[in-house]
């Protein structure tokens, strides 16, 4: 169990560091509801960088889902 939460945060710390989201931008920004998708997670990170740059959303985080071949794209709206 404690191997499986360090892996847990590791991968979650990778996955925000990816999407160059920050503590503080997450704590000034409001936190959209996932949103489940189909595919690759370059697809998820192509399809947030898009959110992002028509300001759809203020910034995202990309996690890999518990599915083969899915994701999750958590959204950030300016707070």
Known sequence: ????LIK???V???VLALTGIT?????ASVQG????GTGSFQDCMNW???????GTVEDFACMVGSEPNTYELTPFYKG
């Open 23 to 27: 503590a503080g931008a997450a704590q």
């Open 33 to 36: 509801p996932d949103i489940m």
């Open 8 to 10: 847990a945060a590791v």
């Open 1 to 4: 169990m404690r191997k499986t």
């Open 12 to 14: 979650g710390a990778s």
């Open 48 to 54: 947030g960088k898009a959110l992002k740059a028509n």
